[in-house]
């Protein structure tokens, strides 16, 4: 009991740490600023999840707080006009056993408008997720556009008892309901998109009191992250492709898209080429209006990967490449022998604000080996410039927005909680100096107990070999648990996780392995997975660990989820002996029964090696099924000797829980231990009920099948 309450006393502790959602420079000049920054912290006491804003001012030196932090749980987006004059939020207030949205507009210090959004019932509930969602101010200030789900009629039975009109009563209005429609299925955008079927543009007139749903986009296309046009007589925004089928948009940036315009009197254009099939990301014009850039790559294949930086001359609307996909090296920028490599762009968000006074120099982050990198891009001679504000692929940088040449940036790593800075980009009288730039931070430093204790080592090379990030303690054979990412188009990366942070603490340590397949080093890198999956990503991460003696003659535990806990129960099957016990967080068991269930089918078959839009049918091909079969878990489930802990979400939409229930159904006929826990949510276990539990008994599995070396000494 007493190695139970350190255990749960350690989650506690990790699990305190605030995690950045957004920044906003509110007031910038060379001797101050200010900004305005928005953070959630799990709340043990009340199982829930917390927002909170805070807005400090900085004069480059120390910083302070404004005001005490303020809790805004019941906001769902907002967004400052262009001069800051007024601030736009849309809150949602539970009204007996409704939840209604309003949306608010503040300025001079007290709130001058507010609309109930449910009474005015002119579409249906705000979008305010990280792939839809919208809020954007026009630049004259009078207008906000946002996305919203289409108003659908509404239905009844074919029959139903309706009280006779009579001439002391009014007549019931029955205009807007049909009939016979009450079942009709309609197919929404899958995992954390429930519900989210037809979004439309909104824009709401806040000088006339009006709301217009936009009209014109096709049938066939649905509008996300929209901004304004800098005339403010229209928006641009990414449309999503729905045909065929809408696959899911969460972890996937492969879908096909495109960026256009469409002007508030009906004027529809695409933007982005239509020679091919393109996935495009983040429209962001520049400071005058004069360029709009987003991120582009063929739509398909595997579900991220190297995306082009594109630049559109907004009066000619000429498109250029800025960035391609090639690997590159960069000028000589910090204090080493070597230059820097640069293994392109990938799928992280552009900030709003992302331009140099220049009007030429985007800033923005991307993935980069173990690491994020934060760089500078010049759209015109196409320079990149790394921003040396760490060392090289140690630690992860993000930039969050920009404004008159400084930075706010969230810096962590796995050993350090987040933490925000101001950074000011020095000039001469010709160019950037981006090798001289000054950091200040703006938000308190956290350290993790006993953080000194720890060690956080990189492993990497060029190209072609997986990177590898060593996290534990100094000096000590500890168990290590293997931790292979998910995607399997992603990414481990030395940012500050709780998870990671909560084992670590009570005495593993925890090796990743960016195996072939992984972003961040390179398209051919990632693309080389393709086919390969259940064996040249088992052998990457086997092999790595294999390689160092440091690692390999430690007790070896397995923990993955999603793709990763494909290849944990791969492992388990393909090396029965070497490890001691294995937690799967919704794995990916079995590729057949996945491709007729998962809202990504596409990934299925992309990752066996085929072409999704090619393939109609599995009855149609024994290639494609045999080749699913076989890359496949299930296939060596009777080779399996370790403990195996199944972590399944009931609403999981991207790898159902049947697909963990018929792998744990399997492991019993042969005799492995087993044991499901089946929690309340979706694919990633996120509700601090769910990450709680699963953690903590996750830590507890492994404890009990480690042998009795694994004393108090290392908990």
């Known amino acids: ?28 000049s060379q001797a101050s600023v200010s900004v305005h920054s928005v953070w959630i912290q799990k709340v043990l006491e009340r199982q829930a999840v917390i927002r909170f804003r805070q807005t400090v001012f900085s004069d480059y030196k120390t910083y302070t707080s404004t005001s005490p932090p303020t809790d805004i749980t019941n906001e ?69 556009v946002y996305i919203a789900e289409k108003k659908v009629p509404k239905s009844e039975p074919f029959y139903k008892q309706k009280p006779k009109a009579t001439a002391d009563k009014d007549v019931v209005d029955n205009s807007e309901t049909v009939p016979g429609k009450e079942y009709d299925w309609s197919q929404d955008w899958g995992e954390q998109l429930v519900g989210k079927i037809t979004p439309v543009l909104v824009v709401f007139d806040i000088k006339t009191d009006t709301i217009d749903v936009l009209s014109n986009i096709p049938n066939d296309v649905n509008p996300a992250t929209a901004v304004w046009t800098p005339d403010g007589k229209g928006v641009v925004a990414i449309g999503h492709i729905i045909t065929p089928r809408k696959l899911g948009l969460i972890y996937c940036a492969n879908s096909p898209s495109i960026v256009f315009s469409l002007t508030l009197d009906g004027q529809y254009d695409v933007l982005s080429s239509n020679s091919e099939q393109l996935c495009v990301r983040y429209p962001r014009f520049n400071l005058n209006g004069t360029k709009l850039v987003w991120l582009e790559r063929l739509a398909g294949g595997p579900h991220s990967s190297c995306f082009k930086l594109m630049s559109c001359n907004w009066s000619t609307k000429k498109i250029t490449t800025v960035v391609d996909f090639d690997n590159q090296i960069l000028p000589n920028t910090f204090d080493c022998n070597e230059q820097l490599p640069f293994y392109g762009l990938y799928d992280q968000a552009i900030p709003k604000n992302c331009w140099l006074n220049d009007d030429k120099t985007i800033v923005l982050s991307t993935p980069q080996g173990g690491s994020i ?24 940088v993000s930039v969050i927005d920009v404004c008159n040449d400084v930075l706010v940036c969230y810096k962590s790593s796995l050993n350090k909680p987040g933490q925000l800075f101001v950074i000011k980009i020095l000039s001469t009288t010709r160019a950037y100096d981006f090798t001289n730039i000054s950091i200040h931070a703006i938000s308190p430093s956290r350290s993790l107990p006993d953080s000194d204790n720890f060690v956080v080592e990189h492993g990497y090379t060029l190209y072609n070999k997986p990177t590898t990030i060593f996290y534990g303690p100094k000096n000590n054979n500890c168990p290590l648990i293997i931790w292979p990412h998910g995607g399997p188009h992603l990414s481990s990366s030395d940012f500050f996780r709780a998870d990671i942070a909560f084992f670590v603490q009570i005495g593993f340590a925890v090796l990743f392995i960016n195996y072939r397949g992984s972003t961040g080093l390179g398209k051919d890198y990632v693309e080389s997975l393709l086919g390969n999956i259940g064996d040249a990503d088992v052998k990457d991460v086997y092999n790595a660990v294999q390689s160092n003696p440091l690692w390999s003659n430690r007790k070896l535990v397995l923990f993955g989820g999603s793709h990763g806990g494909f290849l944990v129960t791969h492992l388990s099957g393909q090396y029965p002996s070497a490890f001691k016990a294995v937690c799967a967080l919704n794995p990916v068991t079995d590729l057949i029964t996945m491709f007729g269930l998962t809202d990504v089918p596409d990934w299925t078959i992309t990752e066996a090696g085929y072409n999704f839009s090619e393939v109609d049918s599995l009855a149609n091909s024994k290639e494609i099924l045999m080749k699913l079969a076989d890359c496949s878990p299930c296939k060596n489930v009777h080779k399996v000797q370790a403990p195996t802990l199944l972590l399944l979400g009931e609403k999981d939409l991207r790898v159902l829980p049947c697909l963990g229930l018929a792998y744990y159904h399997l ?49």
């Not at 139970?4 to 959602?21: C, F, G, K, N, S």
């Open 373 to 396: 990198h934060t760089f500078a891009i010049d759209t015109e001679s196409k320079d990149i410039r790394y921003l040396p504000i760490t060392k090289p692929f140690h630690e992860s």
């Open 667 to 715: 492991l019993k006929k042969h005799g492995v231990t087993a044991r499901v826990l089946m929690y309340d949510d979706c694919h990633p276990l996120s509700t601090v009920t769910a990450d709680m539990d699963s953690l903590i008994n996750a830590a507890l599995w492994f404890i009990q099948y480690l042998n009795s070396n694994f004393e108090k000494s290392t908990i």
């Open 76 to 144: 769902l987006i907002s967004a400052h006009s262009k001069s800051s004059k007024y601030f736009c939020v849309v809150r949602e207030v539970k009204s007996g056993n409704e939840i209604k949205q309003f949306l608010e507009v503040w300025a001079d210090f007290s709130l001058v408008k507010n609309y109930d959004l449910s009474a005015l019932d002119v579409h249906g509930k705000i979008y305010a997720d990280g792939e839809f969602g919208t809020l954007d101010w026009s630049p004259d200030e009078t207008k906000i």
């Open 1 to 28: 009991m007493a190695q139970l309450d350190t255990i749960v006393a350690a989650y506690r502790v990790t699990a305190q740490y605030p995690e950045l959602i957004s920044a906003r420079i509110l007031n910038c």
